[in-house]
Every structure is written in structure tokens, then in C-alpha cells.
T-cell receptor, first 112, second 112 residues
Framework: DTEVTQTPKHLVMGMTNKKSLKCEQHMGHRAMYWYKQKAKKPPELMFVYSYEKLSINESVPSRFSPECPNSSLLNLHLHALQPEDSALYLC???????????FGQGTRLTVV | DAKTTQPTSMDCAEGRAANLPCNHSTISGNEYVYWYRQIHSQGPQYIIHGLKNNETNEMASLIITEDRKSSTLILPHATLRDTAVYYCIVRVARRGANNLFFGTGTRLTVIP
């Protein structure tokens, strides 16, 4: 199993809503990542978890809150988002710092 | 991590070899060259990576110049399904996590 599974695939939310994005992998990888990708732009790193601990926060606003409940799961909690936060949110995982990262297909988020 | 420079776009005839260049003139001795691609509306996909020797796998070949200041990704027989944005990323192998910072990449269009 070399899959990273993200749910939901699409999400529309209002600016006052609270929602969560979910990511799951069963490859035994110990590093997991969240990326944000706007249309026609490259993915931008948001958060990195290594061994279930947050190791990098790329100055992401607090309305995005990551959580790593266990080594297979990664969540991204969303609250009070703005329309400009609409984007494709990608999750990835890797075994360690010198192996390839596997990406999920993303959640396409629209904030209205 | 060193900065990379790639052409914005390239075309390649179907069945021909696609040669995608990447300049990384400030690369240091312990930095690897990674290649990923992103087909429209999908998550990025790992292709290949290397340190100083040329590498080949079932998808592509990676040729790194002797001074390591540039590299070329070669898709030996391009198909229409290879149409994608190709990202060249340079980074140090670190314990724990493989943080990937994407540049703007090269949009490869394979033409029938």
C-alpha cells in the first residue's frame, strides 16, 4: 500500500464554519506534511510532523490548526477561514529525511 | 537549501525523449537533487533523486553534471500522459523529515 488518502476530496465552507481535513497513510512513514496550493502556483509547505511532533510551522495563520493523533493520521482543523484560503490542500508522508515523499490527491477547499 | 532555475515551459513530440534541465549553481556537497511531477489536479508524484552519480529507474534518468551545478531529467519515450509540471528540488538529507520547497517548475506538454 503506497497510498496517502485524503478526505474529503472537495469541501465548501462558510467563513464562520469549523471543518477538518483528514489524511491517512499505512506505509509506516514517520514524517507527514501539509501543503497548500493555489491555482497555477507550486505547492507551499505549511506544516511538518516528525515522529508525531510538530517540527515545522511555516508561519501559517492560527486559523489553520494541525493535529497528528497517531503515526498514521494527520488532520488539519479549519476555523474562521477567508475566501483567499480557497486552495488545494495536499498531504504527504515520507519514511524519513532522505526518502521520497508520497502525496495524496488533495482536498479542494472553497471558502464562501 | 539551494535555489533552482528551470525553464517555464517545454514541448516534446510523443515518442521522443524529453530532456528537462535544471540549474542549481549554488548547490552544496551534501544536497540532493529531487524531481517530482504534478499532473493536472493531482498530487505531486516522486520521479527520481540523486546526489552526484547518474541515476535511472523505470520512469526516468537523472544526469547530474560533474560540478553538480546543473542536472537533466530524461523521459526516454514521452507519452501524452507525461504532460505535467516537473519540479526540480535541491535539499539536504535531514534526519526526520524531507521538507520539500517547490519552485515554479517546467510545464511539459507532450504533443501527438
Amino acid at each position: 500500500d503506497t497510498e496517502v488518502t485524503q478526505t474529503p476530496k472537495h469541501l465548501v465552507m462558510g467563513m464562520t464554519n469549523k471543518k477538518s481535513l483528514k489524511c491517512e497513510q499505512h506505509m509506516g512513514h514517520r514524517a507527514m506534511y501539509w501543503y497548500k496550493q493555489k491555482a497555477k502556483k507550486p505547492p507551499e509547505l505549511m506544516f511538518v510532523y516528525s515522529y508525531e511532533k510538530l517540527s515545522i510551522n511555516e508561519s501559517v495563520p492560527s486559523r489553520f490548526s494541525p493535529e497528528c493523533p497517531n503515526s498514521s493520521l494527520l488532520n488539519l482543523h479549519l476555523h474562521a477561514l477567508q475566501p483567499e484560503d480557497s486552495a488545494l490542500y495536499l498531504c504527504a508522508s515520507s519514511q524519513d529525511g532522505n526518502t521520497e515523499a508520497f502525496f495524496g490527491q488533495g482536498t479542494r477547499l472553497t471558502v464562501v | 537549501d539551494a535555489k533552482t532555475t528551470q525553464p517555464t515551459s517545454m514541448d516534446c513530440a510523443e515518442g521522443r525523449a524529453a530532456n528537462l534541465p535544471c540549474n542549481h549553481s549554488t548547490i552544496s556537497g551534501n544536497e540532493y537533487v529531487y524531481w517530482y511531477r504534478q499532473i493536472h489536479s493531482q498530487g505531486p508524484q516522486y520521479i527520481i533523486h540523486g546526489l552526484k552519480n547518474n541515476e535511472t529507474n523505470e520512469m526516468a534518468s537523472l544526469i547530474i553534471t560533474e560540478d553538480r551545478k546543473s542536472s537533466t531529467l530524461i523521459l526516454p519515450h514521452a507519452t501524452l500522459r507525461d504532460t505535467a509540471v516537473y519540479y526540480c528540488i535541491v535539499r539536504v538529507a535531514r534526519r526526520g523529515a524531507n521538507n520539500l520547497f517547490f519552485g515554479t517548475g517546467t510545464r511539459l506538454t507532450v504533443i501527438p
